[in-house]
Structure formats: structure tokens, C-alpha cells
């Protein structure tokens, strides 16, 4: 145990080091990571480190898709909820079964059964991958929306149809129209326990006495809570997870206090990190591991399966962006669609948006070594070989080369017609302006009397005359430097701030609590200060 907790300290040390090199050098960490993990396996130090699948399904899965679903955007999601579904099912499937064939007519003793077993764990891009990927590149944020809800969904279809192929290679049977209604059942059950249970955590925090850190405690049991439920009664886990998750991000102005909010983001942030870190490092160490055993004769044609299915993957995800293109300008003639004419640039980049990750990584690693009869999985290295490889490359070669063609392509933003700056600056001038108004029209009495009160107005009045310099295209790069310059007298000035209160601390008639309380007031200002004038 001593050791362990010494490796993994050790990783954490080198996940912490390759994210800071990732950010100094505009490289997605995931990639970084599982780069480095790969000469990390063969150091004899961190030999033994094993991904235990049971653990990642358990233990990393549940939050990291809870935190993915609680900061996906439920408007974008419902408005592109079409094209996500056909993404997260119908390609899933359709490429699970290319996947299948492919591998059936190519692999001398790999079966259809066999071959629907690999299409179902390397058919869904991963969440983590994209999203983060997606940070260092500027995007529509139609896009961001589709692939991240894409992301969230195709994990449940993929994770279904591998537990029927894997049913059907340990048993030798299967049932097409059993599987389809086994399919349905999954997934519709899946979604009503994650939307029951999330009503009953939905009482608890609205309902109930709840403080801040036992706010932040119930999200960290909610998403296993609803992770297990769904699987003891063999349902979509994930799909219960993230329809739980979407519910209770909707309703967290509701449930949640301003102070739950507060540190419940920084919390998750901090976990969801680390879980990742570990995650996409682990990916690397474990790839030695699993090219030892195939045996030095199976590696050259191992590599070669591998590379043909990569590429026959990326092309059948390009050939569905382009297919779902194609329905969406038919379709749209006889019902309304989110848009009608998406063009060849979006569909470009959706398609090579496809990155595995995690899921595929933890659906490889839980096929047992053994039948029932106590016979060897039939190709099981060989699978996960393929596995490994396949999300290794989509990492590496699109992952790297995806900001590349995002600036070939392109991309307009056709949603929004100002800029993220000017649509900003609006929403801050309206809600001065409301402020105002409730002011005048119903504390105007108090206005005279009160010098506080009198105080706020005039800092209202100050930041609607500021605003008005967002108003014009050709005022934008003006107003810019103005608030450049307010942000950095700021900055000093809260700095030097700093620096009084923790002289007047060392003084003995002044409360160290009364100190602590306005370096978080300050704390506060500059957190606010940072999410007015982030460029995103």
C-alpha cells in the first residue's frame, strides 16, 4: 500500500508538470499525458500500476460524466438534440457494425460476435478528450454544443452494444429482436432512474437544511447514487447519470445557495482534474503492458489491424457527418431543423472531432480472460491492442492537428451576430439598467437619505456610461483598452490592498477572522474582475 500511494504521488506530480507544459505550449493535457505515459511504462518503478476496470466504471466514470453534464448547456443541448441523438445512436450502431464486418473479413478467426465486441468499445468519442481539446480552439458554439452532448450520450448505446456482443461470445447465442428490445428497454429505463433519482436529490436540496460542504457532499454521492441504481437492474448507468445530471444542472439556481455554488465549482473543478489527469496518464503506462503480450511475432500484424481500423473509423465518422448533412437539408423541406443548411465546414470538422478515450479504454479492459469453460478469450490481446492503438492515434494525430484545421476551415459563428465581448457587455448594461430602474421607481425616497444607497446608484450610472463605448463595432477596440487599464489599476490596487491587511494582522488589536473576511471579500472582487474581462 506504502508503495502505491508513492507511485501515485509520483504521477501526480508528473500529471501536474505535463499540464503546465500543455498550457505553455497551447497542447490539449489529455494528449500530453498519454504521450508521456507511454516511456513511463517501461520504468521499473511504476511497473504494477494496473487499470482495474470495475474502478474506472465505478470510481472515475460517475463524476466525470455528472461534471461533463453539469456544465453542458441544456438550451444548446434540446435545440441540436437531433443531430446529437443521431450521433450518440444511430452512427454508434451503424459504425459498430462497419467495425464489425471490417474486423470479421480482415482478422483470420475473428468472429461477427467478436467483431460487434470491438465496435462496440471503439465506436464513442470520448467527452474528456473533445472538451478539452476544444479549449485551446476557437469554435462556434453550436459546435461545442453538439460534439460535448454527443460525447455525454453515445457512451450508453456503445456500453449496450457491448454487453450484448459480450453476452453473445460467452454464451454462443443471440437473439436479434431480444437484443433490439433489450436495446430500448436500457436506455429508456436508464434515463427514468437517472431523472427519478435526481428528483429525490432535488428534495433533499431544496427541501432540507443543507449547508454549503453538504451541498457539495450530495453532488459527489448523486451521480453514484445514480450510476449503480440503473446498473442493478441492468440499465443504462450512464445514461442515468447524465439525464440526472442535465435535470439538476437546470434547477441549480433553484436548489442551490450562492454559496453552494460558489464552492461546489471549484470543488468539482479540482476533482474532475485529477480524475482526468490520472485517467489519460494511465492510458500510456498501460499500452507496454498489453504489447507484451501479445508476443513480439503478433505485433507487426497487430499494428497492421490496427492502423486499417483506425482509418476505416475516421472515415465512417466523416461519411455519417457528411450523411446527417445531407438528411438535415432533405428533412428540413418537411419539418423545422436548427439549421437547415449546415454547409461543408461544420460537418468537416465534427467528423474529425472523433478522439476515444476513457469509455473505450475501461469497456476493453473488463472482457474476462477466461470463457465459461475455462477456455482463453478468443483474441482478447488482440482487442485490446487495437483498442489502444485506436485511441492513442485519434488522440495524438487528430487531437494535434484539429486547431490546425479549425483555422483552415474557418468557421463562422452564424448563431450569434455580436461578438462574445459586445453580447457580454449587453447583458451587463440591461441588468444595470433594471437595477436603475427598481431604484427610481420604487426607493427613489431613500435615495436622498441613505448614502449607500446613493452610492450604488452612481456606480450603476458610472457602468452604463461605460457600456455605451460596446455599443459600436468601431468602439469595441477603444473600449478594450480602457478596460485594460481599469483591470490592471485594479489588480495594484487590490494587491496593495493585500498587503495593509496583512500588516494591520500582525497587530494585536485587530481580529485575525475580520482580516481573513476581507482577503475573501478581495478574493471575491478579483474573481468577478476576471469573469467580466475574460476573452473566451
Not at 507511454?38 to 461534471?67: A, Q, S, T
Not at 467495425?99 to 471503439?122: D, H, K
Request: aromatic letters at 10%.
Amino acid at each position: 500500500m506504502h508503495h502505491l500511494i508513492v507511485q501515485c504521488t509520483c504521477l501526480l506530480l508528473v500529471i501536474l508538470s505535463v499540464v503546465m507544459l500543455g498550457q505553455k505550449i497551447k497542447i490539449a493535457y489529455p494528449i500530453l499525458l498519454v504521450l508521456i505515459g507511454l516511456p513511463l511504462g517501461f520504468v521499473p518503478f511504476l511497473k504494477g500500476i494496473e487499470i482495474n476496470p470495475d474502478l474506472i466504471f465505478v470510481i472515475f466514470l460517475p463524476p466525470l460524466l455528472y461534471e461533463s453534464a453539469w456544465n453542458t448547456s441544456w438550451k444548446d443541448f434540446w435545440k441540436w438534440r437531433r443531430i446529437i441523438s443521431s450521433f450518440a445512436f444511430l452512427i454508434v450502431i451503424l459504425t459498430s457494425c462497419l467495425i464489425a464486418f471490417v474486423s470479421n473479413s480482415l482478422i483470420a478467426g475473428f468472429t461477427l460476435p467478436l467483431g460487434f465486441l470491438l465496435g462496440g468499445i471503439i465506436s464513442p468519442p470520448d467527452a474528456v478528450s473533445a472538451s478539452n481539446i476544444l479549449k485551446n480552439v476557437k469554435v462556434p458554439k453550436r459546435f461545442v454544443a453538439i460534439v460535448e452532448g454527443e460525447s455525454l450520450m453515445n457512451d450508453a448505446s456503445s456500453l449496450v452494444i457491448f454487453r450484448f456482443a459480450l453476452a453473445a461470445v460467452l454464451t454462443g447465442k443471440f437473439a436479434f429482436g431480444q437484443a433490439a428490445l433489450s436495446f430500448v428497454l436500457v436506455i429508456v429505463m436508464g434515463i427514468v432512474i437517472g431523472l427519478a433519482v435526481g428528483l429525490i436529490f432535488y428534495t433533499i436540496h431544496r427541501w432540507l437544511p443543507t449547508t454549503a460542504n453538504i451541498d457539495i457532499i450530495l453532488t459527489f454521492i448523486t451521480p453514484y447514487v445514480m450510476y449503480m441504481a440503473a446498473e442493478e437492474f441492468h440499465f443504462s448507468g450512464v445514461l442515468a447519470v447524465v439525464s440526472g445530471g442535465l435535470f439538476l444542472s437546470s434547477q441549480r439556481q433553484v436548489i442551490l445557495s450562492y454559496r453552494s455554488r460558489l464552492q461546489g465549482v471549484n470543488v468539482w473543478e479540482t476533482v474532475a482534474f485529477v480524475l482526468n489527469g490520472f485517467v489519460f496518464i494511465l492510458i500510456g503506462l498501460e499500452f507496454p503492458v498489453i504489447i507484451k503480450a501479445l508476443g513480439p511475432e503478433g505485433l507487426k500484424p497487430a499494428i497492421n489491424y490496427s492502423l486499417i481500423i483506425t482509418g476505416v473509423l475516421i472515415l465512417a465518422r466523416l461519411a455519417s457527418t457528411y450523411g446527417a448533412t445531407i438528411f438535415t437539408v432533405f428533412i428540413s423541406r418537411y419539418i423545422t431543423t436548427a439549421d437547415p443548411s449546415p454547409g461543408w465546414k461544420g460537418p468537416l470538422l465534427l467528423g474529425w472531432t472523433g478522439m476515444r478515450g476513457v469509455v473505450s479504454l475501461a469497456a476493453a479492459l473488463s472482457i474476462p480472460e477466461l470463457l465459461p469453460s475455462g477456455v482463453a478469450f478468443p483474441q482478447r490481446n488482440l482487442i485490446l491492442f487495437i483498442t489502444f492503438v485506436v485511441i492513442i492515434f485519434t488522440l495524438v494525430v487528430q487531437g494535434l492537428t484539429l486547431p490546425i484545421l479549425v483555422k483552415l476551415v474557418n468557421l463562422p459563428d452564424r448563431d450569434y451576430t455580436g461578438s462574445h465581448e459586445q453580447q457580454k457587455q449587453l447583458v451587463r448594461k440591461k441588468l444595470s439598467k433594471l437595477a436603475l430602474q427598481i431604484l427610481e421607481d420604487k426607493y427613489a425616497d431613500r435615495l436622498d437619505g441613505n448614502d449607500m444607497i446613493k452610492a450604488f446608484r452612481l456606480r450603476l450610472s458610472a457602468d452604463m456610461e461605460l457600456l455605451k463605448d460596446w455599443e459600436k463595432d468601431n468602439n469595441e477596440q477603444r473600449a478594450s483598452e480602457f478596460y485594460h487599464d481599469y483591470r490592471m489599476i485594479l489588480n495594484d490596487v487590490m494587491a496593495q490592498q493585500r498587503d495593509l491587511l496583512l500588516t494591520l494582522n500582525k497587530k494585536e488589536n485587530i481580529s485575525d477572522e475580520i482580516v481573513k473576511q476581507q482577503l475573501d471579500l478581495l478574493d471575491l472582487e478579483e474573481e468577478k474582475l476576471r469573469q467580466h474581462f475574460e476573452v473566451v
